[in-house]
């Protein structure tokens, strides 16, 4: 199998053990790259979801699997747990079955550009996006995803390819696009705090590169909606890409102009 080579690779919010969980793309996004670390930014098993209704496809096992087999193949792998596997958090600078476990992580590209890496659970307080949640409730995301699922059945009886509904009206629903800004601003904010050039989180499900103010924000995205990760290149450019049926490069940051806000889509 071919496989193509990156620096660093960033993943989050795969959601292993819920049922949208989109496992089998992932599991070929990780069969087909290779990387010399690899970055779990949290979530990456939903335990919140397995202890009101367990659910374990074959292929939530299989991307365990992989992961560990990077791990012992040499891969340096980082997990920076969120909000859904907190419990893994108590295991935070100890090294479990070769996977290091740290709460946030500095990341330095090959351009010397330092990355702030964590969840992003840490900014709900701070933003509307806990309100949303509150708004909107399980039962709802639940029934938003449903109807993904649905509408992706029905588009593949059609010889269509994956697409996220419920990602295109998060994007139309006024709120929702609210409580995103304010986690973005949130998340460039602890960057400026830390004096860092740029931030990699997730937790929102809302894949995005966008400069600001000289702060790169950068959202890897999820593999329940969306199918997306962060990768660094050879290059040193952090892009955007889409893996579900047809695979994209959605944007990229090319780190030697990031001053420029150089942010470009494929």
């Not at 696009?177 to 830390?194: D, G, P, T, V």
Request: hydrophobic share 40%; charged share 25%.
């Amino acid at each position: 199998m071919k496989t193509t080579y990156y620096p660093s690779i960033w993943i989050s919010d795969v959601h292993l053990g819920y049922k949208d969980c989109k496992a089998k793309f992932l599991l070929d996004f990780l069969n087909k790259t290779e990387c010399d670390v690899l970055y779990l930014v949290g979530d990456i098993v939903d335990l919140w979801s397995m202890k009101r209704q367990f659910f374990w496809d074959p292929s939530h096992y299989q991307v365990l699997e992989c992961i560990q087999k990077k791990a012992e193949a040499g891969t340096r792998v980082i997990y920076i747990p969120g909000n859904h596997d907190e419990t893994f958090r108590h295991y935070g600078g100890q090294t479990l079955f070769k996977v290091e476990v740290h709460k946030t992580f500095i990341h330095t590209t090959s351009a010397g550009k330092r990355f702030l890496l964590l969840h992003g659970d840490d900014f709900d307080s701070a933003t509307r996006y806990n309100k949303l949640i509150s708004l909107i409730g399980d039962t709802a995301y639940d029934f938003l995803l449903f109807l993904n699922r649905w509408t992706n059945r029905v588009r593949r009886l059609y010889g269509g390819h994956y697409w996220s509904l419920a990602s295109w009206l998060k994007q139309r629903v006024h709120k929702a696009r609210e409580a995103i800004a304010a986690f973005e601003n949130a998340a460039i904010h602890e960057a400026k705090k830390q004096g860092v050039d740029g931030i990699i989180c997730g937790h929102i499900h809302q894949p995005e590169i966008r400069v600001v103010d000289g702060i790169v924000y950068c959202n890897d995205g999820d593999w329940i909606e969306n199918c997306t990760a962060l990768v660094e290149n050879q290059a040193g450019r952090i892009e955007l890409l889409h893996w579900s049926d047809v695979q994209s490069v959605l944007s990229v940051v090319e780190m030697e102009s990031m001053e420029t806000n150089n942010v470009k889509a494929a």
